[in-house]
């Protein structure tokens, strides 16, 4: 007989029915243990949210720090210039690589590169000029003698001639001054250095009509110097040009006089309608670039190491020593960088450079390595310009580009 499950002949289980009654205290302590676990969730996910703001924060600032010492973003080509596995030598070299390339194939050099767009891809149509030449001699003459290679050198200096052989050399700042440091040196052939004094003697220079000897200039300058020392007016002196204007040009213009009366063998024609000497010229060019000096409102350090430098040059003229403690004065002053950063280093740089080699004080030199050093450190590095040395404007000099490897290979 099978089973029947569907009759009801079985005795059922006896359930309790109705509702369970749970104890009071079981309800406080859920209640406790849900509010713990929300706080404790609560404090770990702010604690998280937290530590990804204090990062990102933290990496925001450092990318603003670096953005400050180097002068860019690191955007669309523009890097951080890592110099920290590199010697000046080998950071020279990359420079005077970016310079070969400003070379047409005659052997005359650009003024250098202004950027078309912002990342420098690509350069305004070239200016070339001789003019530039005694810069980028100077910069291979220092890096030969680092590296004892004077072969390139040789061979700059016998292209250049034929830039000079119509036409003289238009005066630009430096001129014979750079050059009588390479002609004086011994490691040249004869003819090299013939060559040298020839880029010096077609250099051509034009001064104001007029000009006068005063015949107590040498104790105005002294006195001129001691009243910028003590932040005193200077009188007013009558000049073509705006003085302020010119201080550049003056200042230049007195270091170039004196290195041509030093190198005696120069005979080019000055063109001067007063029959004055190199001497002279430098007194009262002096003279001009004191007073300009004295007129500009925002003095920055480039301002005070070109007349530094000038001052150096008139103590070799007249080894008074008023000038050199007025270079060392100017060197010393707590003056803006400006925005001309960092080749306003350049010049404090040189004039540092410019008295220790007269002094021989050491510290003249540690001040012209650390100006060079804050000059690396504050530039950064263009791929389409690789090498070069960017100038305040959005442009890559020659100028200041060569002057930057003479620094970097003697020091």
Not at 143 to 161: P, R
Request: proline content about 2%; overall charge neutral; some cysteine.
């Amino acid at each position: 007989m099978v089973d029947n499950l569907s009759e009801k002949k079985y005795q059922r289980l006896a359930l309790p029915v109705g509702k369970i009654k749970i104890p009071k205290f079981l309800y406080f302590i859920l209640i406790v243990l849900v509010i713990l676990i929300l706080v404790i969730g609560g404090s770990y996910f702010y604690l998280k949210n937290n530590s990804k703001k204090t990062a990102t924060k933290s990496t925001k600032s450092s990318e603003v720090l670096n953005n400050k010492a180097t002068g860019g973003e690191g955007m669309g080509g523009i890097i951080r210039r890592d110099t920290s596995n590199l010697s000046n030598l080998e950071i020279a070299k990359k420079t005077l690589d970016w310079i070969d390339l400003q070379k047409n194939k005659d052997g005359i050099y650009s003024v250098g590169c202004e950027c078309i767009d912002e990342f420098c891809q690509q350069c305004k149509e070239s200016m070339y000029v001789p003019r530039i030449t005694p810069f980028v001699l100077w910069s291979k003459f220092k890096y030969a003698q680092n590296n004892g290679n004077y072969n390139d050198f040789i061979k700059e200096v016998n292209l250049s001639q034929e830039s000079i052989k119509e036409h003289s050399l238009q005066y630009y700042e430096w001129n014979c001054k750079l050059l009588y440091e390479t002609w004086q040196s011994d490691k040249l052939p004869q003819t090299t250095k013939d060559q040298i004094k020839n880029f010096c003697i077609k250099s051509e220079y034009e001064f104001e009509d007029g000009l006068k000897l005063s015949p107590d200039l040498d104790q105005t300058l002294l006195t001129n110097i001691d009243k910028i020392k003590n932040n005193q007016s200077l009188s007013k002196i009558n000049s073509v040009f705006d003085l302020k204007e010119f201080f550049y040009n003056n200042a230049f213009l007195v270091s170039e006089m004196v290195t041509r009366k030093l190198w005696k063998e120069t005979q080019a024609v000055l063109y001067s309608e007063s029959n004055l000497s190199e001497s002279d010229l430098a007194k009262i060019y002096f003279n001009k670039a004191l007073v300009g000096y004295s007129m500009k409102e925002n003095l920055e350090i480039k301002d005070s190491a070109i007349l530094g430098i000038s001052s150096v040059d008139m103590y070799r003229l007249t080894k008074d020593e008023k000038y050199l403690n007025f270079a060392e004065y100017l060197l010393n002053l707590k003056l803006e960088l400006g925005e001309d950063v960092p080749y306003s280093l350049i010049y404090k740089a040189l004039l540092a450079q410019n008295l220790s080699t007269i002094t021989q004080n050491q510290s003249y030199k540690s001040i012209a390595e650390a100006s060079l050093s804050d000059m690396v450190k504050y530039n950064k590095e263009n791929k389409y310009q690789k090498g070069a040395f960017k100038a305040p404007s959005n442009a890559y000099y020659l100028r200041e580009n060569s002057l930057i490897v003479g620094l970097l290979s003697t020091l």
